[in-house]
């Protein structure tokens, strides 16, 4: 398997970008328009994009979504922003698997890990979102400036582990790609903490070596420089801060956030966590548990207090690899901001599974397994609980407005979607505003989407500006005001109604 994973991963490469359009073949003629997507696109002449992004310190995100949405005027060319960052992931999940050969080269773990993290690239549910969501288009854009951050820096460390020694040019290196990966999104700077995670894990000694706590202080520092940096760019552009980027340092909450929130996620391996299903509340810690006991039983540092304090520190790291949500006033463990850290839990679980198969013949079916684990949960996470209800509930949305709708029309009465419309057809949960949950359902969506809908069918774009919206969270409440509702001129719509007939 050595040779199958280094010497010949060109066969690997080749298999990258095919494997993301089995994947994510939808991408390239699905027609929808999810949540923040319609707000970003109907206001893409404005500045407002960018001012959404810069507040939340993410300055390049803001001039890189004023630039894309600017470009395109119509619902059905969101698609080319996903392809864009469908694209993107390819050529990241390259950049990876280049730096990743090299980092277990250093380490005394199992090329099998090399694969199998390709895998976890093209089909984490992370990685879903990013690509289905235009809204999360920039994130690859985050995690590769991470890797040339990261690899920079330690790269240089291991030629020189005895005796640290940086040169300014790798350290001005690392601290700028560092700083524009933390101006893009800050949850996926993370990703500078992987090859030092992986080197600790591999030592497998209580105390971390010189490398490892280089990598940690280089951590820290680029998070302060970066502060002073946003501090800045707002004072320039006579801007405030976002409530978002609040900092929140009440340490027990944010452990008990951690363990019901990240952990969970992480520990069930790429299958989507339901807080309310008890087969996800068994199955991640059925997990947990099998990696603890492999960790005590392996090399790990000798004596049961060295084990206990060698897991709490794998423990402190994960939670460091997420310090962006960590220390952020919000606790909101969404998909979108747990790539990190769950690639992080996948390669260590995933190297413990490994270690058990002393034979190449074991670890080949423990590759094919894990590898059809991943690719099938992904596979499954984007077209049936993200794109295939997304895409029926905008086309009947869509159908029922260009029949039924006339430039006449100056009201739209607007009865928005239950949260759970999709489960009784597609069999969806709901997962926070990523997963399984109506576009229509939100309260923001109704205005721009109708209005976007007017301008795509009259190029009337003060037309569709006149046009009122009036939005209802239920059919109930609509029932209740329909006495006073000027039914002359307007035009009535039940997302309920229409996604069911």
């Given at each position: 398997m050595h040779k199958a994973t280094l010497h010949n991963s060109r066969i690997y490469y080749f298999l990258i970008p095919l494997l993301f359009i089995l994947v994510y073949f939808q991408v390239f003629f699905a027609d929808y328009a999810y949540l923040d997507e319609i707000h970003q696109l109907w206001h893409n002449d404005d500045n407002s994009n960018f001012?959404?992004?810069?507040?939340q310190g993410r300055w390049l995100t803001g001039l890189l979504f004023k630039k894309l949405f600017s470009s395109i005027s119509r619902i059905e060319q969101i698609k080319y922003l996903r392809i864009f960052s469908l694209a993107g992931w390819v050529l990241t999940t390259f950049i990876w698997g280049y730096f990743f050969r090299k980092w277990l080269r250093a380490f005394n773990l199992k090329q099998e890990l090399w694969w199998v993290s390709l895998a976890y690239f093209i089909c984490g549910i992370s990685v879903c979102v990013y690509i289905g969501w235009a809204s999360c288009m920039e994130a690859f854009l985050a995690i590769a400036f991470g890797l040339l951050s990261t690899n920079t820096l330690?790269?240089?460390?291991?030629?020189?582990?005895k005796k640290i020694q940086l040169s300014g040019k790798?350290?001005?290196?690392?601290?700028?790609?560092g700083i524009v990966s933390l101006f893009i999104y800050q949850p996926s700077f993370g990703i500078f903490l992987i090859p030092f995670f992986l080197k600790y894990i591999d030592r497998k000694k209580v105390k971390p070596d010189p490398v490892v706590i280089t990598g940690l202080i280089f951590y820290f520092a680029t998070y302060i420089v970066y502060y002073f940096c946003f501090k800045y760019s707002l004072k320039g552009y006579h801007i405030e801060a976002s409530?978002?980027?609040?900092v929140h340092f009440d340490i027990l909450k944010k452990i008990s956030f951690f363990f019901s929130?990240?952990?969970?996620q992480g520990f069930s391996i790429n299958l989507l966590f339901y807080a309310g299903s008890i087969f996800s509340q068994v199955f991640y810690v059925l997990v947990f548990v099998a990696w603890l006991v492999i960790t005590f039983r392996r090399n790990s540092p000798q004596g049961f207090t060295g084990k206990i304090f060698f897991v709490a520190v794998i423990l402190f790291l994960l939670a460091l690899v997420y310090l962006p949500s960590m220390i952020a006033a919000e606790n909101f463990p969404s998909y979108r901001t747990l790539f990190v850290f769950n690639l992080a839990v996948f390669i260590m679980v995933m190297e413990s599974l490994f270690s058990l198969a002393k034979e190449e013949r074991v670890r080949k079916t423990w590759l094919v397994i894990t590898s059809a684990w991943v690719l099938g949960t992904g596979f499954y996470a984007f077209n049936f609980q993200f794109i295939n209800p997304l895409k029926k509930e905008y086309s009947v949305l869509r159908n029922f407005f260009r029949e039924h709708y006339k430039p006449s029309v100056t009201q739209v009465y607007f009865i928005r979607a239950d949260k759970f419309l999709f489960s009784s057809q597609f069999h969806t949960k709901v997962y926070r505003d990523e997963l399984g949950a109506p576009s229509t359902y939100r309260d923001w969506v109704p205005e721009p989407i109708i209005r976007q809908m007017i301008l795509e069918l009259t190029n009337d774009r003060s037309l569709a500006e006149r046009t009122t919206v009036v939005q209802f969270e239920n059919e109930a409440i609509y029932n209740q005001s329909s006495k006073n509702i000027d039914r002359v001129n307007s035009l009535v719509i039940d997302m309920n109604l229409l996604?069911?007939?």
């Open positions: 001012l959404m992004f810069h507040t330690f790269i240089n460390l291991m030629k020189q582990e790798a350290i001005s290196a690392s601290l700028f790609f409530t978002r980027t609040e929130g990240p952990f969970p996604f069911t007939q």
